[in-house]
């Protein structure tokens, strides 16, 4: 959330850890809050204690059983050894044929005597994963007996592709940062990391032809001075090892024909134009792309994929595909002689073009191709697969079409994305098949990905706060199947922030934990405080006052413009951002709105009366304050409850261009007495600034106006009018407004 004005210290933060106890089996304090969530579990009420696990010396299991060891061994800050090979043994492993057993299956037995694990090689990972959840679920310490719920545990992965994005481009992260990921994904049986290495902002995977790519590409000049740094391919290998002994296989994603500015500044023949360019420093999309016209383009790309092939051993290559405009290729002469030479009738079909181009390389090298739904126009011989990011319905059409299809749409799965656009119920509730695909079809979905692009991720404690708790339901979403049960979820949730805390992560928050609804009268608006998250406590102040507490779904009484701030805690710790709500106590609160043209459902704020229940928006767009207009105008009347004195008429209008929401240029104000005739008592011409870039919230007033009238009009006109440098411009234009202030 965005805060406006000042953060206020609410009150003496205490410190104090509550270590929850856990319930689901009283006598023996059993936990077994396995995320995610096993297929079939029966639970008796009996432990397994033991002061260490011994097995039998294998092979095939030494490897993992030291790398567990040294999990648990990091989490409990111990210098013991849990696991040692004996003769006789309580920990029995045994790894059936890959060809004997589903994919991922394992089954795990903890008796009172012993603990039993059978599975494929993959599925035996996993099972050892929920063991050290187990392990962690049911020991605060471990100082003497390991204790472990007896439990019966059936379980394989529902889809095949559980992934995380994480974009090292737009802020850099050390190895470190990504190893501890890497244990993250696996620990949650995740298995696969897509690992954006070239943008605008960045290049950042060692190519030795062409070394510029690293000494410029890959630092940018910012505000801070040179930002910047890349993987070296010892780092690399170093990253793909440590993923490839916890199963996570590593996907490069290398952009074209777009997001690559930081190519084209260390190389500026590969654009059209051919100008220097610098490494961008700001966000977006940019004009500057690889030229589709110019063969050296190719070769060049041929050449980096060679190395990216030569390291990364995965069978898959990402090559990006989104967001490329045309604008260079419509101006670029070789472009359009490519475009001539091949019967290519629009640059979307010089895309195409790039992308079969680079695909078929691809081939010969024996790697397959993941692009973006961008993708979907290419005609790309053999296995290929779509990941779809503008909703489902790429992926959708694309296993219509026979190709695989990975979901990652922007509803669900950008984990960039702030929470009060996707909390945590929401990633629960992520469904990546479509009711209208028959089951071949639903096989081709291979799974999902979680997105964390990192333009507002400028570092490891941002990126944990971003991921986590989400990731755990993405976890859930991607490896269980059966019936869900959101309140059952968020209880195990509960049980994992210990173990977070553990493992050193800097989770963030499930929701915005605060939610303040305001029901308005003729004076004065009531603001009633609640919270979907349990176990909350609530501190509010207006302007003036002294901070008291509330309790949940209590209201408050407020008669003048205030400034309400509430704050929740949980545990006696902060929980998530204040909460900051401008109220305007005014003459049209209690009155009645008619619409000409509706708001659009996406952006309804509260409704039918969003315009007049006195709440006021801030700066971020989706704070459920502002009221959305896609393509059409602003013209909504207002009837007050009596005939009244009317001096004063204002409203707030939002732009941000980048979103496409832009201030009307013109606005009017009319009266009536019948509803019918309407006079027009005040007309603001220019009220635009749509060359301004960012966040802006701008006021309209009508003054002095000394009416005395019972219903008012306003009318705001919301062109085509996306400037000319925007990717839509002359596409339609969204006009937002929080309130109309009658005074
Ligand atoms: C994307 O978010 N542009 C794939
Ligand atoms: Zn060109």
Redesign the pocket.
């Known amino acids: 959330m965005i805060l406006i004005g000042k953060t206020r210290q609410l009150i003496p933060v205490i410190f104090l850890i509550i270590i929850t106890s856990c319930s689901s089996s009283k006598k023996n304090n059993l936990n077994v809050s396995i995320i995610p969530k096993p297929s079939k579990m029966i639970l008796e009420d009996k432990l397994f204690k033991c002061s260490q696990f011994i097995y039998k010396k294998k092979s095939e299991i030494n490897n993992r059983l030291n790398l567990l060891d040294s999990s648990i061994q990091h989490y409990y800050r111990s210098e013991k050894s849990f696991f040692s090979s004996g003769a006789n043994p309580n920990l029995f492993i045994e790894i059936k044929k890959d060809s004997l057993v589903a994919k991922n299956y394992y089954h795990l037995k903890v008796e009172s005597e012993s603990i039993t694990l059978t599975g494929d090689s993959k599925g035996v990972f996993y099972g050892l994963q929920s063991l050290r959840q187990l392990i962690y679920l049911n020991n605060k310490t471990i100082d003497e007996n390991i204790k472990i719920p007896c439990v019966e545990i059936t379980d394989s992965n529902f889809f095949s592709h559980r992934g995380m994005l994480l974009d090292c481009c737009r802020h850099f992260f050390s190895v470190k940062t990504i190893k501890k990921y890497i244990d993250l994904l696996a620990f949650y049986k995740m298995n696969v990391l897509h690992w954006h290495l070239t943008e605008d902002q960045g290049w950042r995977v060692e190519i030795d032809q062409y070394p510029k790519l690293n000494s410029i590409g890959s630092y940018r000049l910012d505000s801070t001075g040179k930002y910047g740094g890349y993987y070296s391919k010892k780092d690399i290998r170093e990253i793909i090892n440590y993923a490839e002994e916890r199963y996570i296989e590593v996907i490069p994603e290398i952009e074209l024909p777009g997001h690559s500015s930081a190519a084209i500044a260390s190389y500026p023949y590969l654009s059209c134009k051919q100008d220097p360019i610098d490494v961008t420093t700001s966000w977006g999309v940019f004009k500057d792309i690889y030229c589709a016209g110019n063969d050296s383009v190719f070769i060049f790309l041929e050449n980096v994929l060679n190395e990216i092939v030569e390291l990364f051993p995965s069978d898959r290559i990402h090559i990006?595909g989104?967001?490329a405009p045309k604008i260079r290729w419509q101006e670029c002469p070789r472009c359009q002689k490519r475009m001539n030479e091949n019967n290519l009738t629009n640059e979307s079909e010089l895309q195409s073009y790039f992308i079969e181009r680079i695909a078929k390389i691809l081939k010969i090298k024996n790697k397959k191709t993941i692009g973006?739904d961008e993708i979907l126009e290419s005609e790309i011989e053999g296995d290929v697969t779509i990941?779809s990011?503008r909703g489902i319905s790429g992926g959708v059409q694309a296993v219509k079409e026979g190709k695989k299809a990975i979901m990652s749409p922007?509803s669900h799965c950008?984990f960039d994305y702030n929470i009060n656009s996707i909390d945590l119920e929401k990633v629960y509730n992520f469904k990546l098949l479509d009711d209208n695909l028959n089951s071949q079809e639903k096989k081709l979905v291979i799974g999902g990905e979680c997105?964390l692009?990192s333009e507002k991720i400028p570092n490891e404690e941002k990126l944990d706060q971003q991921a986590f708790p989400r990731l755990l339901a993405m976890s859930e979403v991607l490896w269980s199947s059966g019936n869900k049960n959101y309140l059952q979820f968020q209880e195990r949730v509960e049980h994992h922030y210990n173990i977070l805390n553990q493992l050193n992560v800097k989770y963030g928050i499930e929701a915005i934990p605060v939610d303040i609804e305001v029901k308005a009268d003729v004076k004065s608006v009531y603001a009633k405080v609640s919270s979907k998250i349990k176990n909350l406590k609530f501190f509010y102040h207006l302007n003036d006052t002294l901070i008291e507490e509330i309790k949940q779904n209590d209201s408050i009484h407020i008669t003048k413009n205030e400034v309400l701030s509430v704050q929740a805690f949980k545990n006696n710790i902060r929980y998530g951002n204040e909460a900051i709500q401008k109220i305007a106590v005014h003459k049209g609160l209690s009155g009645s709105i008619n619409y000409r043209y509706p708001y659009h459902l996406t952006y309804q704020a509260s409704g039918k009366k969003s315009l007049v229940d006195g709440k006021l928006g801030g700066l971020d767009f989706k704070d459920g304050n502002w009221q959305g207009f896609y393509g059409t105008n602003l013209d909504v009347s207002i009837t007050l409850d009596t005939i009244s004195q009317v001096n004063n008429v204002s409203l707030n209008f939002y732009q941000y261009i980048n979103s496409w929401i832009v201030f009307p240029k013109k606005i009017k104000l009319l009266t009536s007495n019948d509803l019918i005739k309407w006079n027009e008592v005040g007309i603001i011409n220019d009220f635009d600034e749509i060359t301004k870039r960012g966040k802006l919230i701008k006021s309209a007033s009508f003054k002095n106006l000394n009416l005395n009238s019972k219903h008012l009009r306003l009318v705001a006109e919301n062109f085509k009018r996306l400037p000319d440098w925007h990717e839509a411009a002359g596409s339609n234009s969204w006009l937002f407004t929080d309130e109309i202030m009658i005074e």
């Open positions: 990006g989104d967001e973006w990941q990011w922007t950008y997105n692009w």
